[in-house]
């Protein structure tokens, strides 16, 4: 098993640009989420998604959008980015009744 | 609304000497309590849980109900604990963590 995987690594975009943070796991995992991780801030949630079909706004939605594609794959859209979105982003997912979240590697993410 | 503090962002300490990361949170019902670990390079994972009551690589995790604590305790550090902690209590529905902070642990030899 791969757990969850994400891509791109490392991204590079100008303000104005989108791009879409790809995220796929295969636990069977009914949920999963995207959060953004900025020093001292811990992470924190952007977009989670219950089960397929479904997504919900996290903490800090504003300039993303997800698609929660089939049960394996989530993925993150930046419309136009902003140096405020230099981050790096974590997928996770969790099995139902299973509070524990699994992580993925992590793509940093700069805007200049 | 939910809170999670870790009050210290740098803890430093000898290798052999006692450690404590303290976690204070502000939530409402009865949450379930994590702590997650990011060693250099590695991705985010799974401590230990409340729930469990067990020890992990020597950490073990007390909930003070009374007051909101969880704190994460080791009584002899190793060079390898140095690593990011991260404190999340989730929801009463168990489908969100909060994450605190995070707390860097440095293990002096």
Redesign the interface.
Known sequence: NAG?TQTPKFQVLKTGQSMTLQCAQDMNHN?MYW?RQDP??????IY?S?SEGTTDK?EVPNGYNVSRLNKREFSLRLESAAPSQTSVY?C?S?PP?????Y????TRLTVT | AQR?T?PE?LLSVFKGAPVELKCNYSYSGSP?L?WYVQYSRQ????LL?HISRESIKGFTADLNKGETSFHLKKPFAQEEDSAMY?CAP?NNA?????????TRLMVKP
């Open positions: 969850v949920s959060y001292g801030m811990g992470l924190r949630l989670y219950a996290g974590f996770a969790s009744g299973n509070y524990e979240q992580f993925g590697p992590g | 999670v870790q962002k379930e994590f991705r985010l994972q799974l849980r991260y989730s168990g489908n969100m963590l909060t994450f605190g902070g995070g």
